[in-house]
């Protein structure tokens, strides 16, 4: 979209007066969502790994930010080799989080501040701990094709045993692994401690409806659905599975990017799982009246197939997959590639489905300030949250912290570890995280400057911006995004990017945010003369000044404003 389409006041005019109610906007799709990693967020009883009543403890927190709904990473019991994605028993919370009473104690309070909790469901794999693979091993009834299990080939010139094909896991290496007790390969996407699941049983598939069920029954909101690109694997006639081609990204015979997924990854019978779910979630509903039983599916995967997670014409499964485009910015990022990645969104989602939500970060990624840069954190924070529909934030980045590299041990760390370290509450011991005498992943060091308490004092702090952009998100310009003329946005220069919001009163937002470390001119945006109502700490205007858009304007470098304009 360009700033052309923003010319559009007698549409607007028009649409003022037909029928339009803000509540036809159902909670997930106008939601500032955040992404708590419960190892990290708050710790309770000292032992220096954050837990359930610690989230207890801060989920006024979360009201004060204005957070619609939040979703926690896995709290389930574990052996902790994929830091809680390898569940052992997917109904038990696991013990260092604390009890199923801290669990219904933190989802009462949470439901007595407005507040949603989303769970993350993990259904394509289980921890090789777990019981349910433990009786596969030894083929007890029902559980014999639990996982995919298979004999192998024998090579015919080394007359050795080798694994079914050539697959490669996520996190590298073979995708086999060899049970000498079963006295064959596992198949398993990530760690060999992550046997995935096999699809085609029916038992299966109704083992995870009970565990849907049983924390449906427990109060939870909505799931966020883990590695969805992941859940099926072709297996032939014949029983074999197909070598995957070489993609030539890489040298390395071990990485899983050596090859192209195309029998691993994405398969059509992935979203028939999405379809089947959604339709449980509805039903359960139906049964228990409440509010919509949101999906949110975690995948890395082609806007198509995306968009089929939605609606394929005939089902509907995930209402949001989530949007990773911003999670390609770098610090190289201008405002041309921010258009182009939200296109590259809108053009298919919002066409089809006029839906859209935004994830800036997690913790599987680099944060927004070391990724895309600390200048402009403040700025993602504000584009992400004007752009219309669903804002996604991942603990910590509501105040910036930046990733801190840590030094490995091989127990403690692995290579998605720097944007996990404590959340940063104030300038005490341990950033007010944790009062033992050590904390799983280090402090950073800079919390004593960098935390909430401080920036709740500071007008222009990261953690105010993102307060007053979660509050107007909540207003009628920016929750009227389904009208036609509801919003616009695009690159006006090649670092300056402008998101236009109206009210069906005419109420109107601006956002213009400098991308680039230099002075921008603009001329003749509009003939409206707006207010300033949030400027960044590289803004010299001030809030409640005025901008006559009619003439030439200047934004100092990296400078972010959002005005307002009422009739
Ligand atoms: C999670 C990762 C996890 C993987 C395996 C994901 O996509 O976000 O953190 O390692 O699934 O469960
Ligand atoms: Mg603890």
Same mark, same amino acid.
């Given at each position: ?16 007066c037909s029928a339009f109610a803000a509540s036809e906007v159902d909670w997930w799709e106008a939601a500032t969502l955040y992404q708590i990693y419960p190892r990290s967020f708050m710790d309770s009883d000292g032992d220096g790994v954050g837990d359930l009543n610690g989230i207890t403890s801060r989920l ?53 501040? *407005? ?25 007890e009834d029902g559980y014999d094709d639990f996982y995919i299990w298979d004999d192998g080939k024998i090579d015919a010139e080394t007359g050795k045993r080798v694994p079914p094909s050539n697959w490669n896991s996520v996190f590298g290496g073979p995708a086999w692994t060899w049970n000498e007790q079963r006295?064959? %390969? ?45 859940? %099926?694997? $072709? ?13 030539? $990204? ?13 029998? @691993? ?8 799982? /999405? ?5 449980? $979630?509805?039903?359960?509903? #139906? ?25 394929? *014409? ?81 603990? *910590? ?18 290579? +998605?570890?720097?944007? #996990? ?26 919390? &004593? ?25 909540? @207003? ?5 995004? &389904? ?58 205007? +001030? ?11 200047? /934004? ?12």
């Open positions: 979209m360009s700033s052309v389409s923003l010319l559009v006041l007698p549409i607007l005019l028009l649409c003022a006024a927190f979360l009201k004060e930010i204005g957070v619609t709904a939040t979703w926690l990473s896995p709290i389930y019991d574990s052996p902790m080799a994929d830091m809680g994605y390898d569940i052992s028993n997917f109904t038990k919370i696991y013990p260092v989080f604390g009890t199923m009473e801290d669990f219904d104690a933190m989802v009462a309070k949470a439901h007595e501040l *407005g507040l949603k909790i989303i769970l993350d469901f993990v259904p394509n794999h289980s921890s090789d701990e777990c019981e349910w693979f433990q009786k596969s091993i030894k083929r006295q064959q %390969y596992y198949f398993h996407q990530f760690l060999s401690k992550q046997p995935d699941f096999n699809f085609t049983s029916p038992m299966v598939r109704r083992h995870l409806i009970e565990v849907l069920t049983f924390w449906l029954e427990r109060g939870v909101d909505a799931f966020r659905i883990d590695a969805v690109p992941h859940f %099926y694997e $072709l297996r032939l006639a014949n029983g074999t599975y197909p070598d995957e081609p070489v993609s030539g $990204l890489t040298n390395d015979t071990t990485k899983h990017d050596y090859y192209t997924h195309i029998y @691993t990854k994405d398969q059509p019978e992935n979203i028939e799982l /999405l379809y089947e779910w959604r339709e449980f $979630l509805d039903e359960f509903q #139906r049964q228990h009246g409440g509010d919509t039983l949101a999906m949110v599916a975690e995948a890395y995967a082609p806007i198509e197939v995306l968009s089929d997670y939605i609606n394929n *014409g005939t089902h509907v499964g995930s209402q949001l997959p989530m949007n990773f485009n911003f999670i390609q910015l770098r610090d190289t990022a201008t405002a041309k590639d921010v258009e182009r990645l939200a296109n590259h969104w809108m053009d298919v989602m919002w066409t089809r489905h006029k839906t859209a939500n935004w994830v800036i970060g997690n913790h599987d990624n680099s944060r927004p300030a070391t990724r895309i840069g600390e200048k402009r954190a403040d700025m993602m924070t504000i584009v992400t949250h004007a752009l219309p529909g669903t804002s996604v934030t991942y603990y *910590g980045d509501e105040i910036g912290m930046p990733d801190l590299a840590t030094e490995c041990t091989p127990t403690n760390c692995d290579f +998605r570890d720097p944007e #996990r370290t404590p959340m940063q509450w104030d300038s005490t011991k341990n950033a007010g995280f944790s009062a033992g005498n050590s904390t799983w992943l280090p402090v950073n060091p800079n919390y &004593k400057l960098l935390n909430v308490q401080r920036q709740r004092g500071v007008a222009r702090s990261t953690l105010q911006i993102f307060k007053s952009m979660s509050a107007l998100k909540k @207003t009628p310009a920016f929750r009227a995004f &389904k009208e036609e003329g509801g919003f616009s946005y695009g690159a006006l220069t090649e670092q300056v990017f402008q998101i236009v919001r109206t009210a069906p009163n005419l109420e109107e937002y601006r956002v213009l945010a400098n991308f680039g470390g230099q002075v921008e001119r603009l001329d003749d945006l509009t003939n409206k003369t707006m207010e300033y109502v949030i400027v960044t700490s590289h803004s010299p205007h +001030r809030v409640g000044a005025k901008v006559d858009l009619s003439k030439r304007i200047y /934004l100092m470098p990296y400078e972010t404003v959002v005005l307002r304009w009422a009739a």
